[in-house]
């Protein structure tokens, strides 16, 4: 007979998710509704504040960001904001609106938190990762591929400072 352990695996508390302004203010509703811990872009930051003057705060708060600005991970300025800082992203995978991202969002809830709690000691980050719906099963939980994380940002500042 196999014995269990009498320790459980600790496990984080529930992380608090960023809602960045370009996700709008219904997915804040939809997420809180769901028991998600959500903190929105326009109550800390005015409108217009550069993504790599956020992001630092963001991370350093230890906040998810939940974003659907795919430039973020285009634009060397805002990687190296995100890669420095330890920050860590969910970003919607393909064209979805908001409100399906939202409903993804809260449909992985779990997959989330085992995907955060994975690597605990070095808190997870820095990522971005995308999130898109499980083609095979399309109200299941969401399937989660690594964008960019230390590894691929690494690389892509070797290739910069080849020049």
């Given amino acids: 007979m196999k014995r269990r352990s ?13 809602v960045d302004r370009n996700l709008g203010k219904a997915i804040v509703k939809t997420l ?18 550069p993504d790599t003057t956020w992001i630092p705060v963001v991370a350093q708060k230890g906040w998810i960001a939940l974003t659907k600005d795919r430039q973020i991970a285009k634009n060397a300025a805002e990687i190296d904001a995100f890669m420095t800082s330890g920050g860590r992203a969910f970003l919607p995978h393909g064209m979805m609106k908001p409100s399906e991202f939202g409903l993804l969002l809260v449909r992985s809830k779990d997959r989330l938190n085992r995907y955060l709690n994975k690597n605990k000691n070095s808190n997870a980050g820095p990522f971005m990762t995308k999130i898109g719906p499980n083609p095979k099963k399309l109200e299941a939980a969401g399937l989660l591929e690594t964008w960019v994380n230390k590894k691929v940002w690494m690389e892509k500042v070797r290739k910069r400072t080849r020049g």
């Fill in 6 to 18: 009498c320790t459980k695996a600790s496990k984080l508390p529930d992380p608090t998710y960023f």
């Fill in 32 to 49: 809180r509704e769901a028991g998600f811990s959500v903190e929105a872009h326009d109550d800390h930051f005015p409108q217009k504040t």
